[in-house]
């Protein structure tokens, strides 16, 4: 569902980058889920970039 709801999501965002910069649909859609990714990827709570660096950088004070 969620999964779903996010290829959706990014197909309609994608779609109005699109209309609004007047650019290909399909590229549009594309990096908007590419961007969805590098979000994940940048604040996953276990493996995340910032996630970790912000922990390390709390334990260090501690």
Do not use: E, H, K
């Not at 699109?18 to 990827?41: D, E, H, R």
């Amino acid at each position: 569902m969620l999964g779903s709801g996010i290829g959706v999501g990014s197909s309609v965002i994608g779609m109005y980058i699109s209309y609004f910069l007047n650019i290909p649909s399909g590229p549009a859609i594309t990096l908007t889920l590419f961007g969805c990714f590098l979000l994940t990827l940048l604040f996953s709570p276990s493996q995340g970039g910032l996630t970790v660096n912000l922990r390390n950088l709390f334990d260090q004070r501690n």
